[in-house]
């Protein structure tokens, strides 16, 4: 089974400061990773996605996360913060030999951006 | 290119009314799965589907049935809505290739079971 952990349900930055919203994923075979963003009254945008290339993925918006097999983890961060990064994140699994793609979510980490 | 359309965007119910909730998609993708949000839970996976005429549970199913006749289609049902269905739906279809996989989402249906 798959499953991931996101620590934190709420992560408060400044403007101009690092974002890092933490990811943990348990699967028992090479997963594929996502990340998604929730703007409010909106679904779900993919981010980035990792699928067994670069361990290091660039998404969109200046954000990018690092696929670290020995501690199950694949962060997100993003060097500066910008006001438009508030948002609810959401970090995925999905196994690619269980034949169905469809991907497990974690609780997900609301961003908040302070001016 | 429409991508995944669900309608309604709002529904209010009262306990013990039946809906069906629309979802079509028009990017030929093979999988397709209704997801729940709630707050402090994330998306939880209800029903998905690898193909026409082929679905299978998640792992919050009770209350709800799907059918998938067609590739662009899943329609999630309510058979008999109680306020803890009271939620917003999203409808999610997804493809695979040699880069890997993707889903692709809706814009989510806010149901209110009064």
């Known amino acids: 089974a798959q499953s991931v952990t996101q620590l934190g349900s709420h992560v408060s930055v400044s403007e101009g400061a690092l974002v890092l919203l933490r990811c943990n994923y348990s699967s028992s075979v090479p997963p594929y990773l996502f990340w998604y963003v929730q703007y409010p009254n909106q679904g779900l945008q993919l981010l980035l996605k990792?699928?067994?290339?670069?361990?290091l993925v660039k998404g969109i918006n200046g954000f990018e996360a690092e696929f670290k097999k020995s501690e199950t983890s694949f962060h997100l961060t993003k060097p500066s913060a910008h006001m438009s990064d508030a948002a609810e994140y959401f970090c995925a699994v999905s196994d690619p030999t269980g034949g169905s793609y469809i991907p497990t979510f974690g609780r997900g980490t609301s961003l908040i951006v302070h001016p | 290119n429409a991508g995944v359309t669900q309608t309604p965007k709002f529904q209010v119910l009262k306990t013990g009314q039946s809906m069906t909730l629309q979802c079509a998609q028009d990017?030929?993708?093979?999988?397709m799965s209704w997801y729940r949000q709630d707050p402090g839970m994330g998306l939880r996976l209800i029903h998905y589907s690898v193909g026409a005429g082929i679905t299978d549970q998640g792992e919050v199913p009770n209350g709800y049935n799907v059918s998938r006749s067609t590739t662009e289609d899943f329609p999630l049902r309510l058979l008999s809505a109680a306020p803890s269905q009271t939620s917003v739906y999203f409808c999610?279809?997804?493809?695979?290739?040699?880069?890997?996989?993707?889903?692709?989402f809706g814009q989510g249906t806010r149901l209110t079971v009064v």
């Open positions: 990792y699928t067994s290339a670069a361990t």
């Open positions: 999610a279809s997804s493809f695979y290739s040699g880069q890997g996989a993707q889903a692709f």
């Open positions: 990017m030929n993708h093979e999988y």
